[in-house]
């Protein structure tokens, strides 16, 4: 199966590039137009999309809104034009607005800041133009800088270098290890067409998991409580029917842990 794999020179797109057997990396698609991507799908013949590339900085996309709807909206929105089956990577950001505590299912989503409207806007519009297109809402996620790769500041990197950090004491949210996020792609191009909230699960706050961390690696790191800032608390019992289901939180975390020796 060719598989085509959107933003591999990025964090996500990277690992995925490297775990899926028939991945064919994409050129930058930063300034690409609609008759730029249907060449680009009528010269590689994919079987299938794993879209990864966007601007994922919640700050980038407040600063210029319009980039981030032609990267975050029309983009994706092109590639589901070309009808070639799609799996595309959104967020847990689209749950920063809700009322509930959570964890929070798939059809709950409300979204608080503009990367996460555009994101929330995208699976829509995909899902209108390509029924089969399969979006998957993802968690934080970590991993060591990997060789000949940007590195990209992330909860396991900043824990391991940085001397003092802040994380809310109330949030819930969970931190995924992207090399299992990678490795699971295989299953996740055989979902059916839909929205998945797609990572670990972890009913603790960001400040727990980092404490537990700290803990288990003896890290000299000062940890202080950032304050309140919304539960983004994910069920992952859709994918798990479906037959995808991650390590928790803290099992991932131990995973990596043994994958680097650290
Ligand atoms: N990282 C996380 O923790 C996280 C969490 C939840 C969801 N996600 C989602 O997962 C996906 C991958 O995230 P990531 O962390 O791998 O992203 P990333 O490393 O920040 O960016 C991925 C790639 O996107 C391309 N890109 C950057 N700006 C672009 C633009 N204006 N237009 C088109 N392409 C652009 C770049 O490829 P080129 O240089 O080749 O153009 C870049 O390598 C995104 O959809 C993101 O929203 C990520």
């Not at 555009?118 to 998957?136: C, G, Q, S, T």
């Not at 919304?230 to 859709?238: A, I, V």
Request: glycine share 6%.
């Amino acid at each position: 199966m060719r598989i085509l794999v959107t933003g591999p020179r990025g964090f996500v797109g990277a690992r995925i590039i490297r775990a899926l057997d028939g991945a064919v990396p994409a050129p930058s698609l930063r300034h690409a137009r609609e008759d730029d991507v249907k060449r680009l799908v009528d010269e590689t013949e994919p079987d299938v999309i794993v879209h990864t590339a966007a601007i994922s900085d919640i700050r980038a996309c407040a600063a210029d809104p319009e980039a981030s709807y032609r990267a975050n909206v029309a983009l994706p929105l092109m590639l589901a034009k070309t009808g070639v089956k799609s799996v595309l990577l959104s967020t847990d950001q689209v749950y920063s607005g809700c009322a509930g505590e959570g964890p929070y299912a798939e059809g709950d989503a409300v979204p608080a800041n503009l990367y996460a409207e555009h994101k929330l806007e995208m699976e829509k519009r995909v899902l209108d133009v390509n029924p089969d297109a399969v979006l998957l809402r993802a968690t934080w996620m970590y991993d060591m800088p990997l060789y000949g790769v940007p590195n990209r500041w992330n909860f396991l990197v900043g824990m391991l270098r940085e001397r003092a950090l802040a994380f809310s004491g109330t949030s819930h949210r969970a931190v995924s290890y992207v090399r299992e996020v990678a490795a699971r792609m295989e299953q996740a191009v055989a979902l059916p067409g839909g929205v998945y909230n797609y990572g670990s699960e972890s009913d603790m706050t960001m400040l727990e998991i980092a404490r537990w961390l700290a803990e288990e690696l003896k890290l000299d790191v000062r940890l202080s409580d950032a304050g309140p800032e919304h539960n983004l608390w994910m069920d992952c019992s859709k994918l798990k029917r479906q037959g995808i289901a991650f390590n928790d939180t803290l099992d991932a975390l131990r995973q990596c842990i043994r994958d680097y020796s650290l």
